[in-house]
């Protein structure tokens, strides 16, 4: 869009007896948009966040301006994310807005003309899982005109994604190497000594770091077994080790059956209750 100037350019000639003698030419003047103004957003940067599993219509909302005129001030947004991780989990949605449905307290970027303007939000494509995702995912937004050479503006997004206690406590139990069939486990008595390492109890919880999971015994197996956390630096796993241990010696006469039970992980503050049974101990004689 090109502003036109007009006017009229009149001569006199004062010289003669009983007039002057005159002339007049209309002249336009038009002035054609340079694309010297890129888009500009309305902040700096965006910051969100979002609990995992839920869904809200829009994380955030933005607006660009562009103080040039026609093609020179179509605005584009789009997401920039290299990784392309971004593009999967978001999109951007954008409209131009009319003067007259700026609201009063819109800043305008020039004083005279008004710029060109789209409004927007960012919205989730679809929910997301923060055991499968970073805690934070950064990406920019970008705002391009039509104009020629094109001009662009860009901004940091980050987007902080709150983990929620929503995964059960994987436990499994290992004795000599191999998993427990049912989680049952046979000892004899008078050759299992007190202090006696009779099982493994592997745990992981994928809401949880290893160093944040904790586990307890509980049953009437407590009396008897005692469990204790394996803390070996040069150890790695992506699961927390236990050992079940006995602390009283083992007379089939007086109990012939023991179950351990309640073990709970925990996130933080959040308990995660287990009903799953650690050890059915069977005194053999």
Not at 127 to 150: C, M, R, W, Y
């Amino acid at each position: 869009m090109d502003e036109v100037y007009g006017f009229v350019l009149r001569a006199l000639d004062p010289r003669g007896d009983t007039e002057w003698k005159s002339s007049s030419t209309t002249v336009f003047i038009r002035i054609t948009d340079v694309n010297d103004n890129p888009p500009k957003f309305d902040r700096q940067s965006y910051e969100a966040s979002v609990r995992e599993n839920d869904y809200p219509p829009k994380l955030f909302e933005f607006s660009v301006q562009d103080s040039d005129f026609g093609d020179n001030a179509k605005i584009q947004v789009t997401l920039q994310d290299p990784s392309g991780l971004a593009n999967r989990l978001f999109s951007v949605v954008f409209q131009p807005v009319t003067p007259g449905h700026r609201p009063r307290n819109e800043v305008m970027l020039h004083s005279t003309t008004p710029p060109s303007m789209v409004r927007g939000h960012v919205q989730l494509l679809h929910k997301l899982d923060a055991e499968q995702l970073p805690k934070q995912i950064n990406f920019h937004l970008v705002a391009t005109d039509s104009g020629s050479p094109q001009l662009s503006s860009k901004v940091a997004v980050k987007i902080n994604l709150i983990n929620v206690n929503d995964a059960a406590p994987i436990i499994t139990f290992v004795n000599e190497g191999k998993k427990l069939a049912e989680s049952r486990l046979d000892l004899t008595e008078n050759v299992t000594p007190v202090n006696a390492i009779v099982a493994q109890i592997h745990v992981m919880d994928r809401d949880s770091p290893l160093d944040q999971i904790t586990c307890q015994l509980g049953g009437e197996g407590a009396s008897a077994f005692q469990l204790d956390p394996v803390n070996d630096p040069q150890f790695v796993a992506s699961f927390k080790t236990y050992v079940l241990r006995t602390k009283t010696e083992l007379d089939r006469e007086q109990k012939a059956m023991f179950w351990v039970s309640s073990i709970r992980t925990s996130l933080c503050s959040s308990l995660l209750n287990s009903p799953l049974v650690v050890d059915n101990a069977r005194i053999k004689k």
